[in-house]
C-alpha cells in the first residue's frame, strides 16, 4: 500500500515536499516512481528513484527544479519540488515497482498511491 501526501496551493515559484509512504509486504529492493496527471491530460512521468537511491531519472520538463530522495529505513519517499509553475498543477501519484526497472511509462509500476493535489496560481 502506497500513501501519498503532502499537496497544496502554492504560489508560483513556490516550493511544496510530498512524501509516499510504503506499508505491508513491499519487495526487499523497489524503484519508486512519480507520476502527475493534469486536468484533461494524461498521466505523465515525473521521475523515477532506484532501492539504493544512487539512479534517479527525472522528466525534461522538471529536470533542475524537482528532487527525488528516500529513507528506505522509513520506507518512504519524497519530491521535492521547487520553481513551481502553474503548469505544474496536477494530481501527483507515487508508483512501485517490485522489479525496480526504473521505468518512464506506468505500465512497469505494479502498486500506486491514492494521489496528492497540487496547485500553483500565478
Known amino acids: 500500500q502506497l500513501q501519498a501526501c503532502g499537496g497544496g496551493l502554492v504560489q508560483s515559484g513556490g516550493s511544496l515536499r510530498l512524501s509516499c509512504a510504503a506499508s505491508?509486504?513491499?519487495?526487499?529492493?523497489?524503484?519508486l516512481g512519480w507520476f502527475r496527471q493534469a486536468p484533461g491530460k494524461e498521466r505523465e512521468f515525473v521521475g523515477v528513484?532506484?532501492?539504493?537511491?544512487?539512479?534517479?531519472y527525472y522528466a525534461n520538463s522538471v529536470k533542475g527544479r524537482f528532487t527525488i530522495s528516500r529513507d528506505n529505513a522509513k520506507n518512504t519517499v519524497y519530491l521535492q519540488m521547487n520553481s513551481l509553475k502553474p503548469e505544474d498543477t496536477a494530481v501527483y501519484y507515487c508508483?512501485?515497482?517490485?522489479?525496480?526497472?526504473?521505468?518512464?511509462?506506468?505500465?512497469?509500476?505494479?502498486?500506486w498511491g491514492q494521489g496528492t493535489l497540487v496547485t500553483v496560481s500565478s
Open positions: 505491508g509486504r513491499t519487495s526487499s529492493s523497489y524503484a
Open positions: 508508483a512501485l515497482d517490485p522489479s525496480s526497472r526504473l521505468g518512464g511509462t506506468s505500465r512497469y509500476y505494479r502498486y
Open positions: 528513484i532506484s532501492w539504493s537511491g544512487g539512479t534517479i
